[in-house]
């Protein structure tokens, strides 16, 4: 059974604040800790890795006195920026939590030497984020394709500096290795840093550079084929006024203001006056 720590005499009162949070049940600091799944081990006690050290007096004093109001003015030593990659299942069926966090670490640690950062798991959406530091390690996790043989699927974190388009009824047999080669940007100026097809459907993801989308861009070998009514198989388009059966359709309508009849009454009467 664990015991409460004998306090050390002090001439400083306990804050306020700590004990009306004890008497209303509310979460004190110590019960809200941040805390990760699993990362890689770091050299030291702090991000540039360098150990403070404090006597004796300081520290028992750092350790009675300490409150809210005290530790909030601490300023959070700055991180360097890192780089994310996501890893989800291709099989709704696997869940990622089965994995081994110490056999996955290895693994991408061996993958990308000195790159690896962190390795966090949202069990809820059933993501595997990989924390690196530059961003080329994510061209090298980008390539693995299984897990401890859970077939998974590399998602990479957008650019901060791009903007997302989507373009629709797209050649499905298009092989998705193709598609850098056939979407061209339609002006100079216009980078287009990633393209990849939605799923198995029409519609294509083109991510560019920049904070705008362009208005169109420019696709290779694709053939403007001739038009073909879905009415009549006319060489015009479905609403066009040239179609015999949308001008039908039309007379018909007519009729039925005039006579406030029913689609098919109007229908035998415009059909008789034709």
Same mark, same amino acid.
């Given at each position: 059974m664990d015991g409460d720590p004998p306090e050390e005499p002090c001439d400083v009162d306990p804050p306020a604040g700590a004990a009306s949070r004890k008497r209303a049940g509310l979460p004190t600091d110590t019960d809200t800790e941040d805390t990760e799944l699993y990362s890689a081990p770091s050299d030291g006690d702090s991000d540039d890795g360098f150990q403070v050290y404090l006597g004796k007096k300081a520290k028992r004093r750092l350790l009675t006195a300490s409150s809210r109001s005290s530790t909030s003015t601490v300023k959070p030593v700055p991180r360097h920026p890192v780089h994310t990659i996501l890893f989800v299942p291709e099989a709704k069926t696997n869940n990622l939590r089965m994995l081994n966090k110490q056999a996955v670490s290895a693994f991408l640690v061996a993958a990308v030497p000195g790159e690896v950062k +962190?390795?966090? #798991?949202?069990?809820?959406?059933? /993501?595997l984020a990989i924390d690196v530091e530059h961003r080329s390690a994510l061209e090298v996790l980008r390539k693995i394709t299984s897990l401890q043989d859970i077939k998974v699927r590399a998602h990479g974190t957008p650019y901060r500096d791009t903007m997302v388009g989507v373009i629709y009824d797209v050649d499905a047999s298009i092989p998705e290795k193709d598609l850098p080669i056939l979407i061209?940007?339609?002006?100079? +100026?216009?980078? #287009?840093?990633?393209?990849?097809? /939605?799923?198995?459907?029409?519609?294509?993801?083109?991510?560019?550079?920049?904070d705008s989308l362009p208005a169109h861009v420019k696709a290779s070998d694709c053939s403007e084929?001739?038009?073909?009514?879905?009415?009549?198989?006319?060489p015009h388009g479905a609403s066009s006024k040239k179609c015999p059966r949308m001008k039908r359709e039309v007379a018909v309508l007519k009729q039925m203001v005039r006579d406030h009849s029913t689609h098919k009454e109007a229908a035998a009467t415009a059909f008789k006056k034709a």
């Open positions: +962190g390795v966090r #798991i949202n069990s809820r959406r059933n /993501i061209k940007p339609a002006h100079e +100026g216009i980078v #287009i840093r990633r393209v990849s097809r /939605i799923g198995t459907s029409r519609c294509l993801k083109i991510v560019f550079k920049g084929g001739t038009l073909k009514c879905a009415n009549c198989e006319g």
